[in-house]
Structure formats: C-alpha cells, structure tokens
C-alpha cells in the first residue's frame, strides 16, 4: 500500500541536523507573494519545538517575527528551551539561511491540568460551510490552493471599491483535508489576506511583521476535528502611517475556539 505525503506535511518536513537544529526546504505549494507563506513559517517552528526530545506538553503561546523573506531552497531551524518549570517551558528559535536570520521566535509550551474553566468569546453567527459557494483563490498565490475557502462576509475584494470594515469571516480547511493539528492550526492563524486590502478595494503591498497565537484547545479537541472546517474571523482596529494590527479568531464546527491571534502588519499605499 503507497501512502501520499500531504503537502503540508512535506513543507514543513524536517531533518535533524544535531541536538535543536533542523533543516527543511521551502515548497513551490506553498509560496506567497515574497517568499513562502508565513503560516507556514510558524508552523515549521512548532514541529521543530515537537521534535526535540527535551519538549514537554502543548503549545500555549506563540510569537513569530519575520525579519526578512526567506529565499526559495534550504533553510535551518535552531530551537532551544530557555526555561523549563513544572507545568511550562520557554522556547527561542530562529530561521537561518545563509544570508543571515530570516525570522525569529518564542514559545510557550505546557501541560494543562484540570481547572475551572469558561469562554466568554462566542462564535459569530454564520451558515454551514457546505451552504457557502467555495471561493477561487488568485493565480498568483500559489499557497491558498491548499485551502477550501468558503467566505461568509468580507471575501476578496473583486471590484476596486472601499470597504468601512475590515471584518473577513470563513469556513476553511486544508485541501485535500488533513486532520487538524498544532502545525495545521497554527499555519490557520495566518489564513487571513491583509485587512487593508478589504478596506482600500484593492491589493497593496503588505506583509506581516509580527504574529502572536494562543492556543486554546489541547491535542484531543484539537483531534475531535478531525477533517472539518473551522470557521476563521478576523478584523483590524487601526489602520495609521503604514501599519495596521490584526485580531483573530479560529472556531472549531462545535464552537470551540481553537485558538485567538493578534499580528502587526505592514503596508504601503
């Protein structure tokens, strides 16, 4: 029996290159604009932290800053725990190429314990994923065609005209589906297109700078998804002299919220 490597899982491959380095490869399927897509990025740094034998627990807490665009080819990952308590554990890491440090990173891993617990979030109102025509991706964005994509309000702008909200709300999953985990997630947080593109009616040059995700759900949540949609939101707050932030939200189909992102991003008009 020939069982088929998902693509995901072949663009955020790793090898180990000794204790806390990794080497991978960037993948035509997942290029972006400028260099491969940044959820793709953060979720490399996460299975690299998955794999050193030191980890303990789940991802918590994740922030990724992209110095530089990563070139097409190979690239390594350094990861190391700063800190290790009884319950969490501080990670760095950084992205090398051999034109210097592409992107850096810290970590929160942990083990959950039973606790009170609550959401105050609600998951915003929306129809079935299957109720949504599914969304043709742009020809010159290569990573979305690994994404069904079925947006509820504030898809891509296909006429040049403003829009007063930067809201975008859709059922997503990959394609061909994958079960969803931390990996998987955590690429989901960066699914979004750039805010000011909805509220300027058109594509501008922008990228993220910083990204911020808190993980919400544990790996069995997170594996009682297993294939379906999640239904991402996301919206800005301010948009002044060349940067705008990003809040989001990832919703699992039973209202579990996965996971919440904050980013700053860049942007030239």
Known sequence: ???????????????????????????????NMVGP?????????????????DRIGEPVALTVNYL??????????????????????HWTAEVIQEHGVTTTATAVFGR??????????????????????????????????????HYVEGGLPDVEQESPSSTTTLWVRQSPARVLDF???TALTDVFYPRVFLRRGRPLPAGTISLTTYFHADGAELSRQGTDFVLATAGAQRFERGYFDQSAQIWGRD??????????VYYKD
């Open 1 to 31: 029996m020939t069982t088929t490597t998902h693509a995901f899982d072949t663009a955020i491959g790793l090898a180990g290159n000794g204790l806390g380095r990794y080497s991978g490869q960037t993948t035509p399927a997942y290029a």
């Open 37 to 53: 897509f940044g959820g793709t990025t953060a979720a490399t740094i996460v299975h690299a932290i998955e794999c050193h034998p």
């Open 68 to 89: 530089a665009p990563i070139h097409d080819g190979a690239f390594d990952v350094s990861v190391r725990a700063v800190r290790t308590n009884r319950t969490n554990q």
């Open 112 to 149: 959950r314990r039973e606790a009170w617990s609550d959401t105050e979030a609600r998951m915003p109102a929306a129809p079935d994923p299957e109720a949504v025509p599914a969304t043709a991706r742009p020809d010159f964005v290569a990573w979305m065609a690994n994404y069904s994509m």
């Open 183 to 185: 990996p998987a997630l």
């Open 255 to 264: 209202a579990t919220l996965l996971a919440t992102t904050h980013q700053i």
